[in-house]
T-cell receptor, first 114, second 109 residues
């Protein structure tokens, strides 16, 4: 009964490749996020989608593109992978309507770029 | 700019009490969250404060002072399983969540 799921859990790839990470939530939430957590453990928000509309787009390279086919899914596509993209990527979701609604996180995808 | 400060690392003894502080400077304030993150796992929700004062939830309590831009997470009767990182996050005036870098808590027997 997973609330927020991500695939794959581990991803090892070569520089220059293109890869995608999938995220799905079954909580009925209408806002989803992608975070990057680097080796220093700092959580940096990358994107947020609310009802299929992008509402936050932080200063991330345009090699990263979020894609939301419906409000239960927010996938992350990365082009031309670089060494610095190695990190753990977390998907999260929350119910909009109040700042008190917490975010629920997926288990994370550990990306290693060689 | 927006800033959230937490100690990088703290060490405490099993059975003791520890207080993890968080100070913030943000554009507006709509509440403060504490999350727990065990190594290799996802962050999980602990608490949300929007009014001044102490909120108690079992062994964990969270305190907020909006005038001082300050919060703390209090963990009592520490157990080994409490070894984790504790993340402070503030909801700003745009309802964006601003995250601190987290405090790694090490529990020793």
């Amino acid at each position: 009964d997973t609330a927020v799921s991500q695939t794959p859990k581990y991803l090892v790839t070569q520089m220059g490749n293109d890869k995608s990470i999938k995220c799905e939530q079954n909580l009925g939430h209408d806002t989803m996020y992608w975070y990057k957590q680097d080796s220093k453990k700092f959580l940096k928000i990358m994107f947020s989608y609310n009802n299929k509309e992008l509402i936050i787009n932080e200063t991330v390279p345009n090699r990263f593109s979020p894609k939301s086919p419906d409000k239960a899914h927010l996938n992350l596509h990365i082009n031309s992978l670089e060494l610095g993209d190695s990190a753990v990527y977390f998907c999260a979701s929350r119910k909009s309507g109040g700042p008190y609604n917490e975010q629920f996180f997926g288990p994370g995808t550990r990306l290693t770029v060689l | 700019g927006q800033n959230i400060d937490q100690p990088t690392e703290m060490t405490a003894t099993e059975g003791a009490i520890v207080q993890i502080n968080c100070t913030y400077q943000t554009s507006g304030f709509n509440g403060l969250f504490w999350y727990q993150q065990h190594a290799g796992e996802a962050p999980t929700f602990l608490s949300y404060n929007v009014l001044d004062g102490l909120e108690e939830k079992g062994r964990f309590s969270s305190f907020l002072s909006r005038s001082k831009g300050y919060s703390y997470l209090l963990l009592k009767e520490l157990q080994m399983k409490d070894s984790a990182s504790y993340l402070c996050a503030v909801v700003d005036s745009n309802y964006q969540l601003i995250w601190g870098a987290g405090t790694k808590l090490i529990i020793k027997p």
